[in-house]
Protein backbone atom coordinates (compact mmCIF):
# COMPACT_ATOMS: atom_id res chain seq x y z
CA UNK A 1 0.00 0.00 0.00
CA UNK A 2 2.77 2.35 0.62
CA UNK A 3 4.35 1.56 -2.69
CA UNK A 4 1.32 2.81 -4.54
CA UNK A 5 1.21 5.46 -2.89
CA UNK A 6 4.88 6.44 -3.14
CA UNK A 7 4.23 5.30 -7.02
CA UNK A 8 1.08 8.12 -7.31
CA UNK A 9 3.40 10.95 -5.20
CA UNK A 10 5.95 10.81 -8.32
CA UNK A 11 3.26 11.25 -10.86
CA UNK A 12 3.46 14.58 -12.40
CA UNK A 13 1.93 16.27 -15.40
CA UNK A 14 1.49 19.16 -17.79
CA UNK A 15 -2.19 19.93 -17.12
CA UNK A 16 -2.58 23.81 -17.87
CA UNK A 17 -1.47 26.30 -21.24
CA UNK A 18 1.27 28.30 -19.35
CA UNK A 19 3.37 24.78 -18.45
CA UNK A 20 3.20 23.42 -22.25
CA UNK A 21 5.50 24.79 -25.25
CA UNK A 22 3.79 25.35 -28.52
CA UNK A 23 5.79 23.38 -30.41
CA UNK A 24 4.56 20.36 -28.28
CA UNK A 25 1.28 21.01 -28.23
CA UNK A 26 0.97 21.27 -31.94
CA UNK A 27 2.99 17.53 -32.02
CA UNK A 28 0.61 16.18 -29.62
CA UNK A 29 -2.37 17.48 -31.69
CA UNK A 30 -1.48 16.06 -34.48
CA UNK A 31 0.09 12.60 -33.56
CA UNK A 32 -2.33 12.26 -30.13
CA UNK A 33 0.40 10.76 -28.56
CA UNK A 34 0.33 12.57 -25.42
CA UNK A 35 3.78 11.34 -23.62
CA UNK A 36 5.21 14.95 -23.80
CA UNK A 37 2.67 15.64 -20.78
CA UNK A 38 4.35 13.36 -18.80
CA UNK A 39 6.98 15.18 -16.34
CA UNK A 40 7.80 12.12 -13.81
CA UNK A 41 6.46 8.65 -12.83
CA UNK A 42 4.49 6.36 -14.65
CA UNK A 43 1.17 7.73 -14.79
CA UNK A 44 -2.44 5.73 -16.28
CA UNK A 45 -3.88 6.28 -19.91
CA UNK A 46 -6.73 8.17 -18.10
CA UNK A 47 -4.59 10.34 -16.24
CA UNK A 48 -2.95 11.52 -18.98
CA UNK A 49 -6.21 12.21 -21.37
CA UNK A 50 -7.43 13.66 -18.45
CA UNK A 51 -4.17 16.24 -18.56
CA UNK A 52 -4.70 15.84 -22.16
CA UNK A 53 -8.56 17.32 -21.69
CA UNK A 54 -7.74 20.17 -19.32
CA UNK A 55 -5.61 21.46 -21.99
CA UNK A 56 -8.02 21.26 -24.61
CA UNK A 57 -10.61 22.98 -22.79
CA UNK A 58 -8.06 25.63 -21.61
CA UNK A 59 -7.17 26.19 -25.21
CA UNK A 60 -10.53 26.03 -26.83
CA UNK A 61 -12.05 28.64 -24.23
CA UNK A 62 -8.39 30.85 -24.53
CA UNK A 63 -8.60 30.77 -28.63
CA UNK A 64 -12.34 31.56 -28.99
CA UNK A 65 -13.14 28.94 -31.10
CA UNK A 66 -17.37 28.03 -30.92
CA UNK A 67 -16.99 24.48 -32.75
CA UNK A 68 -14.52 23.51 -29.98
CA UNK A 69 -16.16 25.15 -26.68
CA UNK A 70 -19.09 23.21 -27.65
CA UNK A 71 -16.83 19.77 -27.81
CA UNK A 72 -16.00 20.89 -24.39
CA UNK A 73 -19.63 21.81 -23.38
CA UNK A 74 -21.36 18.96 -24.79
CA UNK A 75 -18.25 16.62 -23.01
CA UNK A 76 -18.34 18.43 -19.67
CA UNK A 77 -22.58 17.74 -19.55
CA UNK A 78 -22.12 14.16 -20.67
CA UNK A 79 -19.49 13.91 -17.67
CA UNK A 80 -22.12 15.11 -15.30
CA UNK A 81 -24.71 13.11 -16.57
CA UNK A 82 -22.95 10.00 -16.28
CA UNK A 83 -21.61 10.86 -12.78
CA UNK A 84 -25.14 12.06 -11.02
CA UNK A 85 -26.70 8.73 -12.94
CA UNK A 86 -23.63 6.58 -11.06
CA UNK A 87 -24.21 8.27 -7.57
CA UNK A 88 -28.13 7.87 -7.69
CA UNK A 89 -27.78 3.80 -8.88
CA UNK A 90 -24.76 3.85 -6.23
CA UNK A 91 -27.41 5.28 -3.34
CA UNK A 92 -30.22 2.91 -4.76
CA UNK A 93 -28.34 -0.05 -4.39
CA UNK A 94 -27.34 1.08 -0.99
CA UNK A 95 -30.91 1.22 -0.02
CA UNK A 96 -32.00 -1.52 -1.28
CA UNK A 97 -29.37 -3.91 0.00
CA UNK A 98 -27.75 -2.69 3.05
CA UNK A 99 -29.54 -0.69 6.15
CA UNK A 100 -31.44 2.22 5.42
CA UNK A 101 -30.01 5.60 5.63
CA UNK A 102 -32.21 8.87 6.16
CA UNK A 103 -29.20 10.91 4.77
CA UNK A 104 -29.19 9.03 1.55
CA UNK A 105 -32.68 9.05 1.05
CA UNK A 106 -32.77 12.59 1.33
CA UNK A 107 -29.71 12.96 -0.98
CA UNK A 108 -32.29 11.38 -3.90
CA UNK A 109 -34.81 13.80 -2.89
CA UNK A 110 -32.45 16.55 -3.20
CA UNK A 111 -31.36 15.17 -6.66
CA UNK A 112 -35.05 15.72 -7.93
CA UNK A 113 -35.93 12.13 -7.13
CA UNK A 114 -38.79 12.44 -4.53
CA UNK A 115 -40.27 9.64 -2.34
CA UNK A 116 -41.37 8.04 0.92
CA UNK A 117 -38.52 6.01 0.77
CA UNK A 118 -40.27 4.00 4.13
CA UNK A 119 -38.53 1.08 4.87
CA UNK A 120 -41.19 -0.48 6.94
CA UNK A 121 -43.36 -0.95 3.87
CA UNK A 122 -40.89 -3.15 2.24
CA UNK A 123 -42.65 -3.49 -1.20
CA UNK A 124 -43.73 0.53 -1.69
CA UNK A 125 -40.06 0.70 -0.60
CA UNK A 126 -38.53 -1.35 -3.11
CA UNK A 127 -40.89 -0.10 -5.99
CA UNK A 128 -39.80 3.61 -5.19
CA UNK A 129 -36.18 2.79 -5.47
CA UNK A 130 -36.80 0.56 -9.05
CA UNK A 131 -38.85 3.81 -10.12
CA UNK A 132 -36.57 6.06 -9.01
CA UNK A 133 -33.60 4.08 -10.68
CA UNK A 134 -35.99 3.88 -13.92
CA UNK A 135 -36.83 7.31 -14.33
CA UNK A 136 -32.64 7.86 -13.74
CA UNK A 137 -32.02 6.04 -16.82
CA UNK A 138 -32.99 8.96 -18.75
CA UNK A 139 -29.74 10.83 -17.90
CA UNK A 140 -27.66 8.03 -19.64
CA UNK A 141 -30.14 8.52 -22.67
CA UNK A 142 -29.59 12.48 -22.50
CA UNK A 143 -26.03 11.66 -22.69
CA UNK A 144 -25.92 9.15 -25.29
CA UNK A 145 -27.77 11.52 -27.57
CA UNK A 146 -25.30 14.22 -26.51
CA UNK A 147 -22.30 11.76 -27.15
CA UNK A 148 -23.88 10.87 -30.91
CA UNK A 149 -23.86 15.09 -31.31
CA UNK A 150 -20.27 15.26 -30.15
CA UNK A 151 -19.18 12.43 -32.10
CA UNK A 152 -20.72 14.33 -34.76
CA UNK A 153 -18.63 17.33 -33.85
CA UNK A 154 -15.67 15.74 -33.78
CA UNK A 155 -16.07 14.10 -37.00
CA UNK A 156 -16.16 17.26 -38.49
CA UNK A 157 -13.70 18.64 -36.89
CA UNK A 158 -10.91 15.74 -37.87
CA UNK A 159 -12.34 16.98 -41.15
CA UNK A 160 -10.82 20.22 -40.75
CA UNK A 161 -8.69 19.45 -38.20
CA UNK A 162 -5.90 21.77 -37.71
CA UNK A 163 -2.55 20.23 -39.47
CA UNK A 164 1.09 21.38 -39.88
CA UNK A 165 0.05 23.58 -42.54
CA UNK A 166 -2.05 25.49 -40.51
CA UNK A 167 -0.16 26.34 -37.69
CA UNK A 168 2.47 27.35 -39.62
CA UNK A 169 0.05 30.25 -41.48
CA UNK A 170 -0.91 31.25 -38.22
CA UNK A 171 2.65 31.40 -36.92
CA UNK A 172 3.42 34.20 -39.61
CA UNK A 173 0.29 35.79 -39.47
CA UNK A 174 1.36 36.08 -35.59
CA UNK A 175 4.71 37.32 -36.63
CA UNK A 176 3.89 39.88 -39.18
CA UNK A 177 1.34 41.06 -36.93
CA UNK A 178 3.57 41.63 -33.98
CA UNK A 179 6.60 42.74 -36.36
CA UNK A 180 8.80 40.06 -34.68
CA UNK A 181 9.96 36.09 -35.35
CA UNK A 182 7.25 34.10 -33.53
CA UNK A 183 9.28 31.09 -32.28
CA UNK A 184 6.66 27.97 -31.68
CA UNK A 185 9.36 26.46 -29.68
CA UNK A 186 9.64 29.75 -27.56
CA UNK A 187 6.09 30.22 -26.27
CA UNK A 188 3.59 28.73 -24.35
CA UNK A 189 -0.09 27.87 -25.52
CA UNK A 190 -1.20 30.07 -23.05
CA UNK A 191 0.90 33.14 -24.97
CA UNK A 192 -0.46 31.56 -28.54
CA UNK A 193 -3.93 31.55 -27.83
CA UNK A 194 -3.42 35.09 -26.23
CA UNK A 195 -1.76 36.61 -29.43
CA UNK A 196 -3.98 34.67 -31.53
CA UNK A 197 -7.04 36.52 -29.80
CA UNK A 198 -5.69 39.61 -29.76
CA UNK A 199 -4.75 39.74 -33.18
CA UNK A 200 -8.05 38.69 -33.84
CA UNK A 201 -9.97 41.40 -32.19
CA UNK A 202 -7.36 43.96 -33.76
CA UNK A 203 -8.50 42.75 -37.18
CA UNK A 204 -11.97 42.87 -36.00
CA UNK A 205 -11.59 46.35 -34.51
CA UNK A 206 -10.24 47.54 -37.80
CA UNK A 207 -12.42 46.40 -40.02
CA UNK A 208 -15.18 48.25 -38.28
CA UNK A 209 -13.88 51.59 -38.75
CA UNK A 210 -13.00 50.66 -42.17
CA UNK A 211 -17.01 49.60 -42.62
CA UNK A 212 -17.71 52.72 -40.72
CA UNK A 213 -15.49 55.29 -42.90
CA UNK A 214 -16.92 53.67 -45.89
CA UNK A 215 -20.36 54.24 -45.19
CA UNK A 216 -19.64 57.88 -44.44
CA UNK A 217 -18.33 58.27 -47.78
Known sequence: MRKHKQHKQLVKLITSCDKL???KFIEMLLTENYSPLIISGHPSSEEVEAAW???MCEYAEGI???HYLRVVELTKEINAAIMKFNRI?????TLANTQYSAAIAGMLRKMGYPGRYDPTDRDSYMNELEA????AKTLLLNAQRKQAELKNLESSVEKGKSDRK????LIIL???HNKYHVKEHDITVQKYYIMVRNMNRQ???SNRKEYGRSTHR
Do not use: P, Q, R, W
Open 21 to 23: MMD
Open 53 to 55: NSI
Open 64 to 66: GSE
Open 89 to 93: ALFVS
Open 132 to 135: TLSK
Open 166 to 169: HFDE
Open 174 to 176: LSA
Open 203 to 205: IEL
